[in-house]
């Protein structure tokens, strides 16, 4: 986020964020068995400690198994947790302050999830929190989709979630694909006629806001084609391609707090660590996890942290199954090789959408000290897309923090793809900042923001790379 953010937002942000991480069901951690329920906790006061951040500050937090939480003011960070944590940031050489102290809510389990065999049946209406529609709900959306427009929607199942694959409540990995249709479109081929942009969201659970800026692309698409001059022509010339929710177990443990959502930020993976308590959560976060630069910057090796990147690379199916899904999209274009560019006729855009710092991020993200050789193309689409939404733009180390194993990173690694994360985010002092945003700030703020941006990136799937 800009680091000039007023006050007043940040606070909000800190009360959301704190209030909902004491909320949190390790429903899948928590358990010895697939069915057992997680004993209730004492829930007590929780802190925000400002951190001064010294050179290397960002990375000593996450390697610790601090939450340091997406926000920054100046070099300062931030960083969540119970008392006891001013204690382990002190005796880790930290000058900690105090930001806020938070009392803690009242805690009350989610009702546990049926399993695969009671599931309801998918209803495009069911929503939580005010309007963010679930899993269910997402994937009913996409069953609607195509079924109201087959000469543009194509719904594809490129895997299953870590749960499913277990044989446990999970969910299908689905993507859906909208074009004009003519032979040969949304084959899973990286040798299509068309470009393809491809658009992704709530690879971070916690992220609600993602997801429901994917379901309105998604109709904007398929209703403006005929009427929308620019989106006619998008659909007739380039295949786009959205997956609204690329961690469906996650976002499951995320939906059932209902009115209090649950604050996952990882999957559902709870093999590595079954014994997190509040200050942390099972899980593996997959935006750490991609096999490029991995286990290198801001991650952490302890298994209760929201930045552990899991025993390998691409250890998570969830992973390896959108990763299989871009190989089957895109041609790899680029040689190995930090500074080796790609092409300047490589098509394709990718966009990954987090929240909520406000940003228009690019490779390389692990070190922004290293510069891809595309670099100049890059930052001249983010600084547009910056321009667009009035979010800063840079590499995330530039104006964030480090991280590796990032979902961008890897498809610009491995595939040449031009690619970006957007931090949706209100930097405006609306009040619609925080991980829980009011539902209403989707038509009000969010939407209006990133409809232009994604249809400019859109546009560019043809040729990103071109010098303008």
Known sequence: ???????????????????????????TGAQSTPTAQPAARSASANYVYRVPNASGAAQQLFAAGFDVLEQRQGADLFVLGPSAAGDRL?????????????PAPAWTPPAP??????????????????????????????????????DLATNVT?????????????????AICITKKQSGDCAQSPNSAKPRFFLMSQIHAREITTG????????YLVNGYGS???????????????????????????????????????????????NCDFSGQTGVDLNR?????????????????????????DSEVENSSLEALFRHLYPATRGTGNSAPAPVTTKGVMITMHSDASMVLFPWNYNYAVHTGNDTALRAMARDMGGITGYQYGQAGEILYNASGGTDDWTYDKLGVASFTIEVG????????????????????????????????????ASPYTTR
Not at 20 to 25: I, N, Q, V, Y
Not at 212 to 217: A, G, L, N, Q
Not at 289 to 313: L, R
């Open 1 to 27: 986020m800009p680091t000039k953010r007023r006050r007043g937002a940040f606070t909000t942000v800190l009360a959301a964020v704190a209030a909902s991480a004491l909320l949190l069901l390790q429903q």
């Open 90 to 102: 002190r005796q880790k050489g930290f000058s900690p302050t105090v930001e806020k102290v938070l």
């Open 113 to 150: 999830r049926s399993d695969n065999t009671k599931r309801r049946p998918a209803d495009v209406t069911e929503t939580y929190y005010g309007g963010y529609h679930t899993v269910n709900a997402q994937y009913a959306h996409l069953d609607q989709v195509a079924s109201q427009h087959p």
């Open 158 to 174: 490129y895997g299953q979630s870590w749960l499913q694959s277990q044989g446990q409540a999970g969910y299908d990995l689905r």
């Open 212 to 219: 429901d800026v994917s379901w309105r692309w998604i109709d």
């Open 228 to 274: 929308d001059s620019a989106v006619t022509n998008l659909l007739d010339t380039t295949e786009m391609w959205v997956v609204p929710v690329a961690n469906p177990d996650g976002v499951d443990i995320v939906q059932q707090g209902g009115d209090s959502p649950n604050l996952q930020r990882k999957n559902a993976d709870y093999t590595h660590g079954s």
């Open 289 to 313: 996890n991609a096999g490029t630069h991995w286990d290198t910057t801001g991650i952490s090796h302890d298994a209760c942290s929201e930045v552990y990147d899991g025993p390998k690379a």
């Open 426 to 461: 209100d930097n405006t002092g609306q009040g619609c900042d925080g991980f829980l945003p009011s539902y209403s700030c989707q038509d009000s703020l969010f939407w209006p923001k990133m409809q232009p941006a994604l249809l400019y990136a859109a546009q560019h799937a």
